[in-house]
Every structure is written in structure tokens, then in C-alpha cells.
């Protein structure tokens, strides 16, 4: 039994592949490093550099190294990106996903656990979102997300197919051991961008509209800690190997922090008053988006241990220090 773990390489799959290991568990990464780095997956784990969307590959490391399960976490994660390059996004995180199913189908890959978003939702407003919200999408990232979620019902009714879909609402932080942390170049994510701004890597950081209908007028978005993410993983790969049936569940701590909140965190931690600058709204931005998390906490019985946004920014700040040999 082992588990292949896409794009295991990057920020989310780097921490999926350190607790699979922690729990016993025999990884095969497969990542093309468009985006991920070599030295992120440790010694000893088989890392092949290629792409999941191609059938012949992929078949021929199921039947390898014998994988009972996949956890599909290699995708484009940029929303304004997604959006000046849709169709880059529906090849990568649609296309190509379709292509990983189908070999999941034939080579009889019966658990299947994929990294989708609260970009399903769209514009929700501030009450925070349970999974029968209804869908509505504003970009094309979530749009080419929740088309997979839709081949994975359909695929499970049609084969011998189960499936967790986690929706990811804002990952952050890093290993709390310092084993992994996010790496990612030109990142654009609030917290990274933040904590390079108190490091003095970049000139300082825009906020994208403070003309939302929040409290403070700029987005409110749910911070979930990259460790407590993966662990809703582990919990999912247990149920599906103990026969559970399909679900789908939100991944976040149920609290939403605005823009301005988390730079506020994020210069106390730091100690570091660095410029911040008021800008237009960022395209494909929906206003506010919190999760309900019941689901995930009931079927999985997953348990968050790191629900803390000072102690995430502090992994952050400690991470983004070692990456560039700043360690005391
Ligand atoms: N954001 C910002 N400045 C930045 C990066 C992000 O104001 O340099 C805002 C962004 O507009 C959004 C929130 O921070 O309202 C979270 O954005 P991020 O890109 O981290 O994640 P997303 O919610 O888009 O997945």
C-alpha cells in the first residue's frame, strides 16, 4: 500500500508528504516542480518530476508501487491569475485532473482525496458557509475546481470510486517542527507577502479595496494553519480506507480575520511598522468568506491544534527567516 501524493513538492503537499511518513505511511510524489522544489520532499521519499494529467505515467506508478490511494493537491492557485489565464486553469485543474481519475477508474485506485477551495462559493457574504451553500463561483480558479468536484460525484456513482473533497479556505503558516514552510517564488498570498514585507523582501504591501461591505471595509477570509489542514488529509485517508463513503467538507477554523486584522498581526509579531499601501479591489475577490466546519469535525473527527493567527504568522515570519539564511 502507498499513497501518491501530487504535486508533493509544494507548500500544502510538502506537509501532507512529512505527516504521511509520521504516521507509516510508504509516499510516491509525483510533481512536475513548475512551482514546488526538489528539497522539499525528504530523503528517502520516491519523488518523480512529470505531469499528473499523463495516463501512461501515472498508470505506470499505480501499478509500481502498488498505491491504494491519491491526494491530489497539484494545481494553479491564483485567482487574479486564474482570471487573465482561464484557460491555463481549466487545462491544469480540470483537464488534467479528469486524466487522474480516469487512471484512478482503470487501474482500480479506489481513494481519491482532492485539494478543492472556498472559491466554490463565490460571493457568500459574512456568515460563515456550510457545504450545502449553494455554489457560485466568481472565478475561473473556483470554477475549475468545482468541475472537478463534479467529475469525482459523478465518477463515484458511475465506478468503484470514493473520495474526500477538502475545501480549502486560506492556508498559512508552517511545519511547527520547521520541517516545511512555503517556499513558493513571487508568492501572492496575504500572510507570505505580509511577513516578506516585515523582512524587508519586498518595499511594503497593498491592500486590494477597503470598499467591501466588511467591518473595516477590506476582505474577511478564514486563516487555517497548513499542519491542522494536512491533518483533515490524514482523518480523510483513514475513513476512505475504512470504507467510507463520499464526502465533501470545509476546511477552516469557522473565524474570519480582514486584511487590515492580519497586517495588524503580522506588525506586532514582526515588530516591524512596514508601508502599507490602499489600493484598487483585486479581480475575482469575493468580500468575505468563512467556513462552518462541523462536517469536517463530526465525519472526520478531525481536531485543529494550531488555531492560533499569532502563532501561524510567527511560523511564517520563521519560516521566510530560514529561507533565506537569516537564522539567528
Ligand atoms: N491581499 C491583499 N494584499 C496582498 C495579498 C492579498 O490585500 O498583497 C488580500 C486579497 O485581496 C484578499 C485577501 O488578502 O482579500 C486574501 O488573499 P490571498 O491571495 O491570500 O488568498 P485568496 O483569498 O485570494 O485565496
New binding site residues.
Partial sequence: MAVLVTGGAGYIGSHMVLDLLDAGETVVVLDDLSTGFRGAVPAGVTLIEGDFGDEALVTRLVEQHGIDAIAHFAAKIV?PESVSDPLGYYLNNTAKARNLIAVAVATGVRHFIFSSTA?VYGNVGSDAVSEDTPLAPVSPYGRSKLMVEWMLADTAVAHDLRYVVLRYF?VAGADPQGRAGQSTRDA???IK?AVQAALGRRAG?????NDYPTPDGT?L?DYIQVSDLVRAHIDALRYLRAGGEPLTCNCGYAKGFS?REVVDVVKTVSGVDFPVTMSPR?PG?PAAIVARNDLVRERLGWQPQHDDLHAIVAQALAWERRLHNQEP
Fill in positions: 485567482v472559491a486560506n501572492t498570498h496575504l507577502v504591501l497593498n491592500i486590494f479595496g476582505c477570509r486584511v483585486r475577490d
